[in-house]
C-alpha cells in the first residue's frame, strides 16, 4: 500500500511530484468562483493570492470531487499542483466534515496513480482530520491487478501513488500517530476484504477463503477454528451444507476469536459467504450471474474488522463467523421443495434456492447465539429488495433493539458508511408460514429485505441483541470508481464494524 508520513516541512522547498491542496465552493458572500481552503496557503502566496482566480480560469468551481491540475509555482520543488474540490465551505470557525476529507484525499490518490511522491496540503484542524485523510489516501489508492498482465515494466497500467506526505500533521504528536496507526490498520484490512471480493470464483472457494483467513489470523493473534464438511455433518449446520450440496467445492464455516485480557463486552459478527452465487436449481437469469464473485461480502467484511480489532488492540473480545458455501446447480443440489433440519434444531421448507443466503447466516446466527454474546451483527449482501428500497450507496440496517439499531446506524454514519434504519414488521412474519416445516425460506415479495430480515431474527438466541446489515447495495461498485471507492470490491461495512467494536471496548455501544 502507499506508504504514509506525517510532515511539518514547508511546502516550497518539499521533494515531492505533486502538492495536492482543496478547494471550495464560493458562497452567497463569496460568489466569485472556488475559494482555497485551508492548508494552501503557501501554493496561494506564490501566486501572489491569485490561486483561486487561476483555477477559476482552468474551470474549476470547488464542487465536491473535481480535480484540477497546474503547474506548480516557480521556486517549488514539486512540479505539479492538484487541486481537489470540498464542495461547500463549512460554517465560521468549523472545520471540514471528516468524510469530505476522506473523499477528496481518495479521489487525488486515485489521480495520482503513476506518481512516486505526492505532499496533501488539505485541511487538518486535528488527528481526526489527519485520520480521515490517511484512510482516504489508501483506500483510493487501491488496485486489483492481480490477473492482468504485467508487461516488461513490471505492470500494466499506473501503480498505485507509491508515498503520501500528510502536512500539517504533527509527527510527534500521540493522537496523530494514533490516528494515522488506526487509519493503516483498518485500510489495509479493508482492502484485504476487497481483494477476496474480487478474486475470481475459481480461485476462491470456501476451502480458498478459509485457508486466507487461517494464514492472517496466525500472523495477527487471532484464534481460528474452521469446520470442514465432516465437522459440519456431525454437528447438524443444515443450513450451510443444504446451500453448498450442489457444488464440488465443499462448505466450511470458519470461527475467528480476537480476546483481550481487559474486556468487558464480547461482540458477536457473522457475514454472508457464498463465494459464489448461481442460485442453484433456481437459477439466476442471463445477465445476473456475472458479479456473483462479490456474495461472499458479508464474510469478508466480517474477516477484516476481526483482524483489524486485533491490530489494534481494541479492549473488546471480537468473534467473527464465516459462513462460506458455494451455490450451485447439480444432481446433488438442493431443491426448492426440499426441508433442512437447521442447526438450531428448526426445520426450513426452502422454496427457492436463490434465497440462500439467510440460509446460511440462519446456522451461523444460532452458533454464534451459544456463547451469549452481548451483541450480534451480521452483515449480508442479502437481497435485490434492499438494492431497489435505498439504492447502489446504501447500505440497510435491521435490528431486535431500536436502540441498538440506532447506535450502528450512528456508527456507520460517523465512518462515512451511507446507511438507512429499516423496520421489520410483524406482519410480514405470517408470508413465512409453512405447510411443512417450521418456516418457509421465502415470504411476500413485496418488502422482501424485511422478510430476510424477520427470517434472520428467527435465529438469533433469546434475549440478546441483534442487528442485521443488508449490503447488497454497496458491497460491489459496477459504475466508475468516486470517491475513494474504486469500481469492484467496495469492502462495505468494514469501517462500521471496526468503530462498533471500539465503542463496545469503550463502553459506549447500547
Same mark, same amino acid.
Given at each position: 500500500?502507499?506508504?504514509?508520513?506525517?510532515?511539518?516541512?514547508?511546502?516550497?522547498?518539499?521533494?515531492?511530484?505533486?502538492?495536492?491542496?482543496?478547494?471550495?465552493?464560493?458562497?452567497?458572500?463569496?460568489?466569485?468562483?472556488?475559494?482555497?481552503?485551508?492548508? /494552501?496557503?503557501?501554493?496561494?502566496?506564490?501566486?501572489? %493570492?491569485?490561486?483561486?482566480?487561476?483555477?477559476?480560469?482552468?474551470?474549476?468551481? %470547488?464542487?465536491?470531487?473535481?480535480?484540477?491540475?497546474?503547474?506548480?509555482?516557480?521556486?517549488?520543488?514539486?512540479?505539479?499542483?492538484?487541486?481537489?474540490?470540498?464542495?461547500?465551505?463549512?460554517?465560521?470557525?468549523?472545520?471540514?466534515?471528516?468524510?469530505?476529507?476522506?473523499?477528496?484525499?481518495?479521489?487525488?490518490?486515485?489521480?495520482?496513480?503513476?506518481?512516486?511522491?505526492?505532499?496533501?496540503?488539505?485541511?487538518?484542524? =486535528?488527528?481526526?482530520?489527519?485520520?480521515?485523510?490517511?484512510?482516504?489516501?489508501?483506500?483510493?489508492?487501491?488496485?486489483?491487478?492481480?490477473?492482468? =498482465? @504485467?508487461?516488461?515494466?513490471?505492470?500494466?497500467?499506473?501503480?498505485?501513488?507509491?508515498?503520501?506526505?500528510?502536512?500539517?500533521?504533527?509527527?510527534? =504528536?500521540?493522537?496523530?500517530?494514533?490516528?494515522?496507526?488506526?487509519?493503516?490498520?483498518?485500510?489495509?484490512?479493508?482492502?484485504?476484504?476487497?481483494?477476496?471480493?474480487?478474486?475470481?470464483?475459481?480461485?476462491?472457494?470456501?476451502?480458498?477463503?478459509? /485457508?486466507?483467513?487461517?494464514?492472517?489470523?496466525?500472523?495477527?493473534?487471532?484464534?481460528?477454528?474452521?469446520?470442514?464438511?465432516?465437522?459440519?455433518?456431525?454437528?447438524?449446520?443444515?443450513?450451510?451444507?443444504?446451500?453448498?450440496?450442489?457444488?464440488?467445492?465443499?462448505?466450511?464455516?470458519?470461527?475467528?476469536?480476537?480476546?483481550?485480557?481487559?474486556?468487558?463486552?464480547?461482540?458477536?459478527?457473522?457475514?454472508?459467504?457464498?463465494?459464489?452465487?448461481?442460485?442453484?436449481?433456481?437459477?439466476?437469469? /442471463?445477465?445476473?450471474?456475472?458479479?456473483?464473485?462479490?456474495?461472499?461480502?458479508?464474510?469478508?467484511?466480517?474477516?477484516?474488522?476481526?483482524?483489524?480489532?486485533?491490530?489494534?488492540?481494541?479492549?473488546?473480545?471480537?468473534?467473527?463467523?464465516?459462513?462460506?458455501?458455494?451455490?450451485?446447480?447439480?444432481?446433488?443440489?438442493?431443491?426448492?421443495?426440499?426441508?433442512?433440519?437447521?442447526?438450531?434444531?428448526?426445520?426450513?421448507?426452502?422454496?427457492?434456492?436463490?434465497?440462500?443466503?439467510?440460509?446460511?447466516?440462519?446456522?451461523?446466527?444460532?452458533?454464534?447465539?451459544?456463547?451469549?454474546?452481548? /451483541?450480534?451483527?451480521?452483515?449480508?449482501?442479502?437481497?435485490?429488495?434492499?438494492?431497489?428500497?435505498?439504492?447502489?450507496?446504501?447500505?440497510?440496517?435491521?435490528?431486535?433493539? =431500536?436502540?441498538?439499531?440506532?447506535?450502528?446506524?450512528?456508527?456507520?454514519?460517523?465512518?462515512?458508511?451511507?446507511?438507512?434504519?429499516?423496520?421489520?414488521?410483524?406482519?410480514?412474519?405470517?408470508?413465512?408460514?409453512?405447510?411443512?416445516?417450521?418456516?418457509?425460506?421465502?415470504?411476500?415479495?413485496?418488502?422482501?429485505?424485511?422478510?430476510?430480515?424477520?427470517?434472520? @431474527?428467527?435465529?438469533?438466541?433469546?434475549?440478546?441483541?441483534?442487528?442485521?446489515?443488508?449490503?447488497?447495495?454497496?458491497?460491489?461498485?459496477?459504475?466508475?470508481?468516486?470517491?475513494?471507492?474504486?469500481?469492484?470490491?467496495?469492502?462495505?461495512?468494514? @469501517?462500521?464494524?471496526?468503530?462498533?467494536?471500539?465503542?463496545?471496548?469503550?463502553?459506549?455501544?447500547?
Amino acid at each position: 500500500m502507499t506508504a504514509l508520513t506525517l510532515s511539518t516541512a514547508a511546502v516550497p522547498g518539499l521533494r515531492a511530484d505533486a502538492i495536492v491542496i482543496g478547494v471550495a465552493k464560493g458562497t452567497a458572500s463569496k460568489p466569485a468562483g472556488p475559494v482555497v481552503a485551508p492548508g /494552501a496557503e503557501a501554493v496561494d502566496q506564490a501566486y501572489d %493570492g491569485g490561486l483561486a482566480g487561476v483555477l477559476e480560469t482552468l474551470g474549476a468551481s %470547488g464542487a465536491e470531487g473535481e480535480v484540477t491540475k497546474l503547474p506548480a509555482p516557480a521556486g517549488f520543488k514539486a512540479p505539479l499542483v492538484v487541486a481537489v474540490g470540498l464542495g461547500a465551505q463549512p460554517g465560521k470557525d468549523a472545520g471540514y466534515d471528516t468524510e469530505v476529507l476522506r473523499r477528496a484525499a481518495g479521489v487525488a490518490a486515485r489521480t495520482l496513480a503513476g506518481v512516486k511522491k505526492a505532499a496533501f496540503a488539505l485541511p487538518l484542524l =486535528d488527528a481526526a482530520d489527519a485520520g480521515a485523510v490517511a484512510e482516504g489516501v489508501l483506500l483510493g489508492a487501491y488496485t486489483f491487478d492481480a490477473y492482468k =498482465d @504485467r508487461g516488461k515494466d513490471g505492470r500494466n497500467g499506473k501503480a498505485p501513488l507509491a508515498e503520501a506526505a500528510l502536512l500539517g500533521g504533527k509527527p510527534r =504528536d500521540k493522537a496523530f500517530k494514533a490516528a494515522l496507526e488506526r487509519a493503516v490498520a483498518v485500510a489495509e484490512e479493508l482492502n484485504r476484504a476487497r481483494d477476496l471480493i474480487n478474486t475470481p470464483p475459481n480461485d476462491l472457494n470456501p476451502e480458498a477463503f478459509a /485457508a486466507v483467513a487461517q494464514v492472517a489470523a496466525k500472523e495477527h493473534g487471532v484464534k481460528v477454528q474452521v469446520l470442514d464438511e465432516k465437522a459440519l455433518v456431525k454437528g447438524g449446520y443444515g443450513g450451510i451444507l443444504g446451500v453448498g450440496a450442489g457444488s464440488a467445492a465443499g462448505p466450511r464455516l470458519v470461527k475467528l476469536s480476537y480476546t483481550s485480557s481487559k474486556a468487558k463486552k464480547h461482540l458477536a459478527l457473522v457475514g454472508k459467504g457464498i463465494t459464489y452465487d448461481s442460485g442453484g436449481i433456481s437459477l439466476k437469469p /442471463a445477465g445476473h450471474n456475472e458479479t456473483m464473485k462479490c456474495d461472499m461480502s458479508g464474510a469478508a467484511a466480517v474477516f477484516a474488522a476481526v483482524v483489524a480489532a486485533a491490530r489494534l488492540g481494541l479492549q473488546v473480545n471480537v468473534t467473527g463467523w464465516l459462513a462460506l458455501a458455494e451455490n450451485m446447480p447439480s444432481g446433488s443440489a438442493t431443491r426448492p421443495g426440499d426441508v433442512l433440519r437447521m442447526y438450531s434444531g428448526k426445520t426450513v421448507e426452502v422454496l427457492n434456492t436463490d434465497a440462500e443466503g439467510r440460509l446460511v447466516l440462519a446456522d451461523a446466527l444460532w452458533a454464534a447465539s451459544q456463547e451469549k454474546p452481548d /451483541a450480534i451483527v451480521d452483515v449480508a449482501t442479502l437481497t435485490g429488495a434492499m438494492v431497489l428500497a435505498l439504492g447502489d450507496r446504501t447500505f440497510g440496517i435491521m435490528a431486535n433493539d =431500536d436502540a441498538f439499531r440506532s447506535a450502528v446506524h450512528e456508527a456507520a454514519e460517523e465512518v462515512g458508511e451511507p446507511a438507512w434504519q429499516m423496520p421489520l414488521p410483524e406482519h410480514l412474519r405470517k408470508g413465512m408460514d409453512s405447510p411443512t416445516a417450521d418456516i418457509a425460506n421465502m415470504g411476500e415479495r413485496m418488502g422482501g429485505g424485511l422478510v430476510a430480515g424477520l427470517f434472520l @431474527r428467527e435465529f438469533v438466541g433469546e434475549g440478546i441483541t441483534w442487528a442485521h446489515l443488508d449490503i447488497a447495495g454497496p458491497a460491489f461498485n459496477e459504475g466508475a470508481p468516486f470517491g475513494y471507492t474504486p469500481k469492484g470490491g467496495t469492502g462495505s461495512a468494514v @469501517r462500521t464494524l471496526v468503530r462498533l467494536a471500539e465503542l463496545a471496548a469503550s463502553g459506549d455501544l447500547a
